[in-house]
């Protein structure tokens, strides 16, 4: 059996369609039909990806994964909105969602989803140990144990949060395109555009304290991480 995927959806109608087709790809699916089940089974059967549907009966998809993320969660997600909800693709990403796939949408394009999903959480996983430890003043970020911290105090990052501020680290001064941290970091030309790499970059430099400032915009360009500020 392969990776196990939880998928919450109170459409049982589509609960039963995602499960049928991720198990014909050989996934093992845990299903739920609430945010609290969500909760629940993010922590007790320990799913290597979550589909979580935006609209449930107790509480939305958003509340679960603004829980899962405030309290250090770094499971991938991959959120269910409706066909031109713009604001709800937004959100998603601000929360710290993977990707997002819009209803009505076919089966093949879910999997491919999971699929880009999974590949992009494992080589992070797995290359982590041959990288050192890097710091910039007081912000440190270590690959091996995947922490981060401000001035000696750890700061919760999602997995592209992480990936995004190691991989600036490691090049200061760089200017990166947001074509190229969506290449480095996403893996694939994301279906948000380069609006996604905009709001991720804004929750990173909320998580940066003091050294938010080194996190410049490029304008017209991207973003670059500033080995040290210039002086006013």
């Given at each position: 059996m392969g990776k196990r995927i939880l998928v919450i959806d109170d459409e049982h109608s589509i609960l039963d369609l995602v499960r049928m087709n991720l198990e014909l790809a050989g996934y093992e699916v845990v299903t739920g039909v609430s945010g609290q089940e969500a909760l629940q089974l993010a922590s007790s059967c320990h799913p290597a990806l979550l589909i979580l549907d935006v609209m449930l009966p107790d509480q939305?998809?958003?509340?679960?994964?603004?829980?899962?993320?405030?309290?250090?969660e770094r499971l991938p997600v991959i959120m269910l909105i409706a066909k031109g909800e713009r604001e709800d693709r937004i959100l998603g990403l601000r929360l710290g969602a993977d990707d997002y796939v819009t209803k009505p949408f076919s089966s093949e394009e879910l999997i491919l989803r999971v699929q880009a999903v999974l590949r992009r959480a494992e080589p992070a996983a797995s290359a982590a140990p041959e990288e050192e430890a890097v710091a910039v003043q007081g912000l440190i970020v270590d690959p091996e144990s995947r922490?981060?911290?401000?001035?000696?105090?750890?700061?919760?990052?999602?997995?592209?949060?992480?990936?995004?501020?190691?991989?600036m680290m490691?090049?200061?001064?760089?200017v990166?395109?947001?074509?190229?941290?969506?290449?480095?970091?996403?893996?694939?030309?994301?279906?948000?555009?380069?609006?996604a790499v905009d709001i991720l970059i804004q929750r990173l430099r909320k998580k940066m304290g003091p050294y938010a400032e080194r996190l410049e915009t490029v304008y017209g360009t991207g973003y670059k991480l500033a080995e040290r500020q210039e002086s006013r």
């Open positions: 939305s998809g958003y509340h679960v994964l603004r829980h899962l993320r405030e309290n250090g922490t981060a911290k401000v001035d000696g105090q750890p700061v919760s990052l999602t997995r592209k949060e992480f990936d995004t501020l190691a991989l490691r090049h200061p001064n760089h990166f395109t947001r074509e190229r941290l969506l290449e480095e970091v996403w893996g694939y030309d994301f279906a948000g555009s380069t609006r």
